[in-house]
């Protein structure tokens, strides 16, 4: 080897370690310019990831009782702690629960879908044929064919045929209950 490339070869090893010791002091630089700021964030994430999991148990822990309390209300319907206890912890599966267990299945405590079915029971109960009009215009309304077919048999009942055809004409094709609206209909040809 020649001294010419011995000295390249130095001023090579040289010029790599001098850039490494050189981002080296940037970083210790940096670091300590920003040293607060850099900790706090550390803490900050430490303390987000410990809430979150503490959250968590809590949150399943919740969960667990109000099940456990539901299956028992749901097993014996007069065991009021079960009921204290669903109140408790989970606000909706309660109104579910007290909407189960209760004998007058027209009122239900703003739980989306019981409200749906409890302003069914209470206009078929009543034999509201304005209540069921209104349910069968709401386009999302859960049980809108149903709505259909009960308007129908209580205008069969009062004897107007002709709404009653065209009431139950407004089954879609594609609805589980087709079937019996395809009986209806065959009935009411003949009136």
């Known amino acids: 080897m020649s001294l010419q490339e011995n000295m390249s070869s130095i001023k090579e090893e040289i010029s790599t370690q001098e850039q490494f010791f050189e981002s080296f002091f940037k970083i210790e630089k940096f670091y300590k310019k920003y040293k607060l700021i850099i900790i ?25 009782s109000s099940n456990n309390a539901y299956t028992k209300v749901l097993a014996n319907s007069s065991d009021k702690v079960a009921l204290e ?21 027209t009122v239900a405590d703003n739980v989306e879908y019981l409200d749906d079915v409890a302003k069914y029971n209470k206009a078929v109960n009543s034999g509201d044929l304005a209540a069921l ?18 308007k129908t ?3 069969i009942d009062k004897q107007d045929y002709k709404k009653a055809k065209e009431t139950i004409a407004k ?18 040809i003949t009136k």
């Open 85 to 105: 206890e669903l109140k408790n912890t989970n606000d909706k599966l309660f109104a579910i629960a007290t909407f189960q267990i209760s004998k007058d299945k």
């Open 153 to 155: 048999l209580i205008l």
């Open 171 to 188: 089954i879609n094709p594609k609805s589980r209950v087709l079937p019996l609206s395809d009986m209806l209909q065959h009935f009411l």
């Open 133 to 150: 009009d209104s349910m069968i215009l709401e386009q999302d309304f859960l049980l809108k064919d149903f709505a259909i077919v009960s």
């Open 40 to 64: 706090g964030s550390g803490i900050a994430l430490v303390t987000a990831l410990i809430v979150m999991a503490i959250t968590n148990v809590i949150s399943d822990k919740n969960l667990e």
